[in-house]
């Protein structure tokens, strides 16, 4: 079945240290996107990449880092100088061809997320 | 700037019966798409229903529908015959729909429960 597998669903980080989250989707979407989520709020957007190679920063890029070499993945490295980083982490993906009339391209679909903690 | 507001952080509904989440936005972009989520406590967003802002009828999945008014520029959520399985996070969201890549922005959600 198609869909997307994020890796782990739960990690845990000593203060300083780097860590990536996996993200794969089989569902040949060109467009990924990473959201982190905090306890009673909405998601917010990190990064996103709407082809291979290319990358642009989301409202929150600070303290993260992203590759997109392959289609398929697109992992997410919280890094030392993210301040806060305890949080639910999701990725997701759209066909993104885009266009009014098109609405199944406009969809993302999700992952089960990551929930990262910081002892 | 665009904005997602839902100014009902909880929500209560008896099994059975039907519920309305609402929604606000706020955009200068004249074609876009707006988006209901389902977050059930496990943490994963299942999306329920789309309405394009060209669409001029509601959608409606099932027993989810979208009462979609554009000039109010609101985008309420009405689930009928609620279910016990009904009960979790709901979140609005919107994004540019004409340019590829458009960035979907999520309102701060509300929290449904069904009450047996």
């Known amino acids: 079945d198609g869909g997307i597998t994020q890796s782990p669903k739960y990690l845990f980080r000593k203060e300083g240290q780097n860590v990536t989250l996996s993200c794969e989707q089989n569902l040949n979407h060109d467009a990924m996107y990473w959201y982190r989520q905090d306890p009673g709020q909405g998601l917010r957007l990190i990064y996103y990449s709407q082809i291979v190679n290319d990358f642009q920063k989301g409202d929150i890029a600070e303290g993260y880092s992203v590759s997109r070499e392959k289609k398929e993945s697109f992992p997410l490295t919280v890094t030392s100088a993210q301040k806060n980083p305890t949080a639910f982490y999701l990725c997701?993906?759209?066909?993104?061809?885009?266009?009014?009339?098109?609405?199944?391209?406009?969809?993302?679909?999700f992952g089960a997320g990551s929930r990262l903690t910081v002892l | 700037a665009q904005k997602i507001t839902q100014t009902q952080p909880g929500m209560f509904v008896q099994e059975k019966e039907a519920v309305t989440l609402d929604c606000t936005y706020d955009t200068s972009d004249q074609s876009y798409g707006l988006f209901w989520y389902k977050q059930p406590s496990s943490g994963e967003m299942i999306f329920l229903i789309y309405?394009?802002?060209?669409?001029?009828q509601n959608a409606t999945e099932g027993r989810y529908s979208l009462n979609f008014q554009k000039a109010r520029k609101s985008a309420n959520l009405v689930i009928s015959a609620s279910q016990l399985g009904d009960s979790a996070m709901y979140f609005c969201?919107?994004?540019?729909?004409?340019?590829?890549?458009?960035?979907?922005?999520f309102g701060q959600g509300t929290e449904l429960s069904v009450k047996p």
């Open positions: 309405q394009g802002s060209y669409d001029e």
């Open positions: 969201a919107m994004r540019d729909i004409y340019n590829q890549g458009g960035k979907l922005i």
């Open positions: 997701a993906s759209s066909i993104d061809h885009g266009g009014p009339t098109y609405s199944g391209a406009n969809v993302l679909t």
